[in-house]
């Protein structure tokens, strides 16, 4: 689609200058300023190896260099307790370091003040940008910073109420995709464990669900859903409900790991051989011994892709450019066959 960026960064940075050089950072830093105290053959060899990579220094560099940046920049998740956020800000941090700049975390637990503030006490810290995933659809405070210069990247949902770059998962079809599979191997009492209604990722995965099971002529039983769950405890309480109905489901869908991973928990205390199939890949998938079914992503590559959209519109002067979307993949991931009900 256009303004859709899905290529790996091919630039080189700085750290990648000073590794091939068998130098410092800083010492690249100081050559590429033309500092005299550098010895001549050090410096020769840095700009030999500039000039082999091709390594072109950008406006963050120089912003660096005049003192007007911070070197750091605001990454806001709402749960670092989930693997996912903890596997996005290494991704992050894996791009913004071979810039010079260093991560700063702040952890919202899905609350919208909580968010407020912190963004309100990184812009006061003048950290040169922030990647935030929003706890709600209520972001005029990030638009309000985007409206003073501070460059936004929104990650995991879309920006709402303002223009920025943001890098997301193909949710919906990640989701409509792997309840086909449950519908295909014949279940069509299918439970849904999803996240709270305003969350953008938990309402896509519930759109493609019920997708998926309008296109198999199934109807969705309200009966059946279950929406709010944030902890594996809570999922594993709801699924628990929806095993112990009169006709229960045959199989659940569950909006991200902590739902599958508490809907586990409740198949295994029901004693039933209910099928799964959900969002998010997790460590020890494999050896659950139950059908499994995962609409799986690289979350260091959504994390990878924030931090390049961010480099880059730093290194834009801040304001050129239209916004940009990313738009992460999924694969479907089979543990075991979803079988039959």
């Known amino acids: 689609m256009p303004g859709t960026r899905g290529a790996k960064d091919p630039q080189p940075t700085l750290r990648d200058v000073a590794q091939r050089a068998h130098v410092s950072a800083m010492t690249?830093?100081?050559?590429?300023?033309?500092?005299?105290?550098?010895?001549?053959?050090?410096?020769?060899?840095?700009?030999?190896?500039?000039?082999?990579?091709?390594?072109?220094?950008?406006?963050?560099?120089?912003?660096?260099?005049?003192?007007?940046?911070?070197?750091?920049?605001?990454?806001?998740?709402?749960?670092?307790?989930?693997?996912?956020?903890?596997?996005?800000?290494?991704?992050?941090?894996?791009?913004?370091?071979?810039?010079?700049l260093k991560t700063v975390i702040g952890n919202t637990g899905h609350d919208l003040d909580s968010e407020r503030g912190l963004v309100a006490d990184l812009i006061a810290r003048r950290v040169d940008g922030i990647i935030v995933v929003p706890a709600?659809?209520?972001?005029?405070?990030?638009?309000?910073?985007?409206?003073?210069?501070?460059?936004?990247?929104?990650?995991?949902?879309?920006?709402?109420?303002?223009?920025?770059?943001?890098?997301?998962v193909d949710d919906y079809g990640g989701s409509r995709t792997a309840t086909r599979q449950l519908l295909d191997a014949g279940?069509?009492?299918?439970?849904?464990?999803?996240?709270?209604?305003?969350?953008?990722?938990?309402?896509?995965?519930?759109?493609?669900?019920?997708?998926?099971?309008?296109?198999?002529?199934?109807?969705?039983?309200?009966?059946?859903?279950?929406?709010?769950?944030?902890?594996?405890?809570?999922?594993?309480?709801?699924?628990?409900?929806?095993?112990?109905?009169?006709?229960?489901?045959?199989?659940?869908?569950?909006?991200n790991n902590r739902n599958t991973i508490g809907a586990f928990r409740a198949i295994r205390g029901a004693g039933t051989t209910t099928a799964l199939a959900g969002f998010d890949d997790f460590e020890l998938a494999d050896v659950l011994g139950l059908p499994l079914v995962i609409a799986a992503y690289d979350s260091d590559e959504l994390g990878r892709e924030a931090g390049r959209l961010l480099v880059d519109r730093l290194g834009e002067a801040r304001a050129r450019g239209t916004a940009r979307r990313v738009v992460v993949p999924t694969t479907l991931v089979r543990y075991g066959d979803p079988g039959e009900p």
């Open 136 to 168: 709600d659809d209520d972001q005029r405070h990030l638009a309000a910073a985007a409206g003073k210069g501070v460059p936004i990247v929104v990650a995991s949902r879309p920006p709402n109420g303002f223009t920025a770059d943001c890098v997301l």
């Open 28 to 100: 690249v830093s100081r050559v590429l300023r033309d500092d005299p105290k550098v010895l001549p053959d050090t410096a020769a060899r840095v700009r030999a190896v500039v000039a082999e990579l091709g390594y072109h220094r950008n406006e963050m560099a120089r912003s660096l260099r005049l003192g007007s940046s911070t070197g750091l920049v605001g990454l806001v998740v709402t749960n670092l307790a989930n693997p996912f956020y903890s596997r996005l800000a290494l991704g992050v941090d894996a791009v913004v370091a071979g810039h010079g």
């Open 187 to 255: 279940h069509s009492r299918i439970g849904f464990l999803g996240s709270p209604p305003p969350v953008y990722t938990g309402a896509e995965r519930l759109r493609g669900f019920t997708d998926a099971l309008v296109d198999a002529g199934v109807e969705r039983e309200p009966g059946y859903v279950r929406l709010g769950q944030q902890q594996t405890s809570e999922a594993s309480r709801a699924a628990a409900e929806l095993l112990a109905l009169p006709e229960p489901p045959t199989a659940l869908f569950c909006s």
